[in-house]
């Protein structure tokens, strides 16, 4: 059962796109990659719009409550939406309801649904009704709707990431003198980029979030990062220890380590750990004064019947325990945990499953960018 698992995530996570790339537009924004918990603008934040009933009109929640809504456009950024004509928000709420009408993209539960064994991977919904449809490129994208909005600063009760100077001092002193740092990347097809509109080549072209970690670190510090990026799709921990050596060979002075999304269709924590350690040894055996983020995944799909969602935060605490002096941890799973009390997955999701949109793809930069970045 578990090579069966195994292959299908295989094959659901290196699946590849062909779409034609269209001009670009994408422009970094420093202000885009700062942790929001650290501002009151909310840039960008995914939604899908769903009409759930014939007499409800189509809803969708953010995270915050907005003060502002600054812009409300198509996740491309081509299209930009009227307040009133295309949709409705009700100052101190937030939600945002869309009138009859409106152009922004708007869907019902059954069209996030596909019949069993009609898909290329079998991806038996919870409830036993069909199959979550699987977005293989820009399929969700294209279904969710970018708004940015400002917000009170004292709202943010989550989870807030902090400056991590004193586990990572050797990585922080290179790029506070501008010194080149080397960084290497082992994990699963979250960080091969899977579903950031760059790596579907759909506008607006936004890079995964590792290359926006790169041009955050580059234009914060002014040092030159280089990013050997080693992961694979549709591998673990177990595959990463296997691998570990193409990171060693890359001699790195910092190692991100990504996996838990294909461990967690049911490998217990204290294997994860393990793996976790023996990858961590095995690097400093050869580089000792090499440093480390640990990765906690964000959450994957909870009504998909393979996954076993109690296991990340089992995997997070994992992490965390071998943190300390030249280890840092960098907790998605915390932040998703508390998405997820406002949002729903279908407003996160890249592929409807297990991969983040661009505003997940920002959100795992943010979150790295607050160990790394020291706020002024």
């Known amino acids: 059962m578990q090579r069966r698992w195994c292959i299908l995530l295989v094959a659901l996570c290196s699946f590849q796109v062909t779409a034609a790339e269209p001009a670009a537009s994408w422009k970094y924004s420093p202000d885009e990659l700062r942790p929001f918990w650290r501002s009151t603008v909310m840039h960008g934040e995914s939604v899908l719009f769903v009409k759930e009933s014939d007499d409800a009109p189509p809803t969708a ?10 812009s409300v456009c198509s996740s491309s950024g081509e299209i930009t939406y009227a307040e009133g004509q295309d949709y409705l928000w009700t100052p101190g709420t937030s939600q945002i309801t869309l009138p009859p009408g409106s152009r922004i993209a708007c869907k019902i539960p059954q069209d996030l649904r596909r019949p069993a064994g009609s898909q290329r991977h079998r991806l ?17 994208h294209d279904m969710q709707t970018a708004i940015t909005y400002e917000f009170r600063p004292d709202e ?23 010194r080149p740092l080397t960084i290497a990347l082992l994990g699963d097809s ?66 991100l380590l990504a996996f838990g999304m294909n461990d967690a269709g049911g490998r217990p924590a204290a294997d994860y ?10 690097v400093r055996k050869a580089h000792p004064d090499t440093e480390f983020i640990l990765i906690a ?3 994957g799909n909870e009504d998909w019947t393979h996954l076993k ?9 994992a992490l965390a325990e071998p ?6 941890l960098a907790d998605m799973t915390s932040l998703w945990q508390e998405l997820l009390r406002h949002k729903k997955d279908r407003d996160l999701t890249g592929n409807g499953v297990n991969h983040p949109n661009d505003f997940g793809h920002r959100l795992y930069a943010q979150v790295l960018s607050a160990l790394l970045i020291q706020e002024k």
Not at 323 to 328: D, L, N, V
């Open 61 to 70: 929640s953010l995270l915050m409550t907005p003060t502002k809504i600054l």
């Open 273 to 282: 750990q393990a793996n976790t350690r023996a990858m961590i040894d095995a």
């Open 124 to 140: 038996t919904h919870r409830d036993g009704n069909g199959e979550i449809l699987f977005g293989a490129s820009h399929e969700y």
């Open 190 to 255: 979250i960080s091969t980029g899977c579903n950031a509109s760059g790596w579907a080549g759909a506008a607006p072209l936004q890079p995964p979030y590792q290359d926006l970690l790169v041009l955050n670190l580059e234009a914060a510090y002014g040092a030159e990062v280089t990013l050997n990026n080693f992961a694979v799709g549709g591998t673990d921990t177990a595959w990463g220890l296997r691998n570990i050596e193409k990171v060693v060979a890359a001699a790195p002075d910092l190692v």
């Open 309 to 317: 969602r109690e296991l990340f935060p089992q995997y997070r605490d």
């Open 156 to 178: 943010w009760s989550g989870p807030e990431p902090v400056f991590a100077g004193v586990q990572l001092r050797r990585t922080i002193k290179k790029l506070s003198e501008k």
């Open 323 to 328: 943190c300390g002096p030249g280890i840092a």
């Open 297 to 299: 995944t964000m959450l």
